[in-house]
């Protein structure tokens, strides 16, 4: 049975202050009415027994909402039906005359709230009792402190019972004596399954005891209406935003803030669409730990994250909840140079994984780096540097992280080149369908590192896919389909291969991982993606029309010709190289070149990952 | 208006009550207590006593009783209306707390006026034999002049409590336009014997106070008939006023403590 009910209530104050005649005898035009709307369309029905915590920052409508309810105020618009009920309203500084006894004031208080004399008397001495004030109860109330006051309007309302009581931030009046004795008077009172209650309140501890639904109002809507603890943390998470909205970009505020959390793992990558080790390392964890709480940041607001679960929590970078959750997450992963940047101060406790793509790339790193001097710094900050390999350690010793720990358990992305058959083939599917491939055609993938522009259009003049469609046919047998995807930094600069038959441009599709297994044939310049292919033992080539050049600018680990592939530096070069293509001897060779670098890769990265992270949270 | 007399029995023993701890506290508060209520008026019976029969040396028959029903009847509805215009401003506690018809409140003002009106008129009552006023069956007649004085007091203060809470000055000119109709009501002189016709006439006409007063003179000093056809006209305006009022009153009460 429902004890109060409100519809669609709208509640504004007119700011027509009262003013002076002369003011409204000159200004012709109407009072100037600036309308605030304290509550713009609440509804909600309370059942008889219920204790409701009204909670909400200040002037989100709350007391506008309880006035209303008990009358004083008048809706715009909306009903509120209390059902016949009397209706006590309790709240700081309440309605006594002054020049009245309390005695008096008693008597008052309690016909307004509709209680006939005979009942009044018969509570009066409960009242004076409960009240504590002895002979002051005969005295003016002016003459009374204002403890004296709350303690007497808390006691009318606490024994004269009505109905509804509602209960505007009075909880704590008086001594701390009266204070004891009055909450528990109240929870005696609310706790009365007759009653319905409404309390206002900014104590979250007084709403989760006494309350059993909390509503939520904010700037006069109600915002969340359901039990006590979930509204409360919502409204929690929501004032912690508020604050922080304020000490946004206070990082020191934030660290000292808050406290890491265990459990907590915070995944920072470089760019949404191309951080496949964190991605696969983040659906690894989603799957496997559930009770770890993940959260993900995202370094533009548009950024569009395929894996969100509702387990995944996404914070914009350098927003307030991105430095709480930096500075409270226990295991921080990234997969940049200088990501997790050098002037983040983290707590001892956090440690911090770093996962660099480059894996058996052939690019000196140090290259991408825009400040040396801060990679080197936030690379002290670095706890484990993940590598596959005794050459990728090199890599990190050689550039920046020369004392860090290094775990070399192989890459989180890989963990997919090593898996079943029936999962590759359900990746082979899953590309050819988005792609539209005829059934029965094979896949070649050129996916190109990124380059000055002038390098660019070298590539891109001599590279006749035609020719190449062709030539892969003839060595490979059936038709080719050729996948390109150029770098991201490329969008929009390439639109002949949008043009091209037989020619897919894959820029937007979201892993590299699944076209790599997709495909029968890999091309590339320099591009690391080439190294992890020869996991998957399917012939590869490098076609790099620039190599000189490019080594002078951007300098390479070793010599292209170190690589288990043929080095095309034409159009014409990659035709022969394909030709010519002997599957033993290139089998050999990247076999060979694997074993030289002495790769680890397993396919079991993302496990030792977490055994790891797990032992970092012991 | 069916919500009016609801409330009227509802807040019964409230304005009851509320009356008499005001009186009480008034009567705590001050030395000589209810003899106030007396005091008063005997006192300002004395300085119009002396400016009239003194300075002017124009006095009227039976004088002391004359400017008694005079300034009782006027003290009565000018602190009614006085206090009206404030009424908001000084509940503001009490009615932001708790529902309350404002016209409660009105109605609470002047049954402590009316109350300290029939103390002071018991004073008239001894003071008649004393001064060998001649009784006659006119006396009666001032049961429903009394009803009528009231119901009229009642429409004033129902519009000046509204406009009071919207303007916040209006007090100030409520208490000049006070005394102006203070003068023109023949408290301290006689209306029909010193003012020439045909002024007197419209002053009786137009200032229902002035003919109330009068009237009251005629029953009790002049044992003369009242004109019931203005009487009945006062009345019809006094209740048209409290419509009005009262109409106005319960449309726009729950926003006065939004204004204030």
């Known amino acids: ?618 | 208006m069916k919500k009016f007399f609801n409330d009227l029995k509802q807040y019964k023993s409230y304005m009851l009550y509320a009356a008499k701890a005001n009186l009480k506290a008034e009567v705590a508060s001050s030395y000589l207590n209810w003899l106030w209520w007396i005091l008063d008026p005997l006192l300002f019976m004395l300085v119009y006593a002396f400016v009239a029969l003194i300075v002017f040396g124009k006095g009227e028959p039976f004088f002391p009783i004359f400017v008694f029903i005079g300034l009782n009847s006027w003290t009565f509805f000018s602190k009614s209306v006085n206090r009206s215009v404030k009424m908001i401003r000084s509940h503001k506690s009490t009615i932001s707390k708790v529902y309350i018809p404002k016209y409660v409140l009105i109605l609470v003002a002047m049954m402590e006026n009316l109350f300290k009106m029939a103390v002071a008129f018991i004073l008239v009552l001894i003071m008649m034999p004393m001064y060998k006023v001649p009784l006659s069956w006119c006396i009666p007649q001032i049961i429903p002049v009394f009803l009528v004085m009231t119901v009229f007091t009642f429409g004033c203060c129902c519009l000046v409590l509204h406009a009071g809470v919207y303007f916040a000055d209006l007090s100030n000119i409520v208490t000049v336009f006070l005394r102006l109709v203070f003068y023109m009501s023949g408290i301290f002189y006689s209306i029909p014997s010193r003012v020439p016709e045909p002024y007197a006439t419209y002053l009786l006409c137009i200032n229902p106070m002035a003919f109330m007063i009068n009237g009251l003179r005629q029953s009790l000093i002049y044992s003369q008939i009242v004109d019931y056809r203005i009487l009945l006209a006062i009345l019809a305006v006094g209740v048209l006023l409290s419509v009005v009022g009262v109409r106005t009153i319960m449309k726009h009460e729950n926003n006065y403590v939004k204004v204030i």
């Open chain 1, 1 to 618: 049975m429902n004890a109060i009910q409100v519809r669609d209530l709208h509640i504004s104050y007119k700011t027509i202050k009262a003013q002076s005649i002369r003011k409204s005898l000159f200004s012709l035009k109407k009072s100037s009415t600036d309308r605030y709307e304290a509550v713009r369309g609440v509804s909600f029905d309370v059942k008889k027994g219920e204790i409701i915590g009204l909670i909400g920052k200040n002037g989100s409508g709350k007391s506008t909402l309880l006035r209303s309810i008990a009358g004083i105020f008048s809706a715009d618009s909306g009903v509120i039906d209390t059902m016949g009920n009397n209706v006590s309203l309790l709240s700081i500084g309440v309605g006594f005359q002054n020049e009245l006894t309390g005695k008096d004031n008693i008597f008052l208080s309690g016909l307004l709230m509709g209680f006939s004399k005979e009942q009044i008397q018969e509570k009066y001495d409960e009242i004076v009792r409960f009240s504590e004030l002895g002979n002051f109860i005969n005295a003016p109330v002016k003459t009374y402190s204002s403890g004296m006051h709350s303690k007497l309007a808390f006691s009318i309302t606490a024994i004269l019972e009505a109905d509804i009581m509602l209960i505007d931030e009075v909880l704590s009046v008086g001594d701390r004596k009266f204070k004891k004795k009055s909450y528990a008077k109240m929870r005696e009172l609310i706790s009365h399954e007759d009653r319905t209650v409404i309390i206002v309140s900014h104590s979250s501890d007084t709403i989760r005891k006494l309350c059993t639904r909390v509503i939520w109002l904010n700037d006069g809507k109600i915002v969340a209406d359901g039990d006590t603890a979930s509204t409360l943390k919502k409204y929690h998470e929501y004032m912690d935003y508020q604050e922080a909205l304020m000490a946004k970009s206070d990082k020191a505020y934030w660290y000292n803030k808050v406290k890491v959390e265990n459990n907590r793992i915070l995944l920072y990558p470089t760019y949404a669409k191309y951080c496949d080790d964190i991605r696969y390392l983040c659906k690894y964890i989603l799957k496997h730990c559930p009770d770890w709480e993940v959260v993900w940041v995202k370094r533009r607001e548009n950024e569009k994250i395929d894996l969100v679960s509702d387990k995944l929590k996404l914070v914009l970078e350098k927003t307030p909840e991105f430095y709480r959750a930096i500075y409270s997450a226990k295991i921080i992963v990234d997969d940049g140079i200088n990501i997790t940047r050098e002037d983040i101060k983290k707590h001892a406790e956090q440690k911090i994984y770093k996962i660099l793509k480059g894996s058996l790339g052939i690019k000196d790193i140090r290259k991408y780096a825009a400040s040396p001097r801060k990679a080197a710094k936030s690379a002290r900050m670095v706890n484990y540097c993940i590598s596959n390999s005794p050459f990728e350690t090199d890599v990190y010793r050689g550039s920046f992280w020369k004392e860090n720990d290094i775990l070399e358990i192989g890459h989180p992305r890989n963990d997919i080149l090593f898996a079943e058959e029936e999962v590759k083939e359900q990746i082979r599917q899953k590309v050819r369908s988005h792609y539209k491939i005829p059934e029965g055609n094979k896949m070649a993938l050129y996916a190109p590192t990124y380059r000055e522009k002038t390098m660019l259009d070298h590539e891109r003049e001599t590279l006749d896919f035609e020719m190449l469609r062709k030539v892969l046919s003839e060595r490979f047998g059936g038709n080719f389909s050729i996948i390109v995807r150029p770098h991201r930094k490329d969008r929009g600069k390439w639109p002949e291969i949008e043009k091209a038959p037989g020619v897919i441009n894959a820029i937007n599709y979201p892993e590299i991982m699944e076209l790599m297994i997709a495909a029968d044939v890999g091309i590339t310049d320099y591009s690391s993606w080439i190294f992890d292919f020869l996991f998957l033992g399917k012939p590869g080539f490098i076609y790099a029309p620039d190599a000189e050049r490019y080594q002078e600018q951007r300098g390479l680990y070793y010599p292209l010709e170190e690589t288990p592939f043929s080095i095309a530096r034409s159009s014409r070069d990659l035709e022969t190289n394909i030709r010519a293509f002997q599957e033993d001897e290139f089998q050999e060779k990247s076999k060979s070149f694997l074993e030289n670098k002495h790769c680890v890769e397993s396919g079991r990265s993302c496990q030792s990952l977490i055994e790891s992270f797990l032992k970092e949270m012991n």
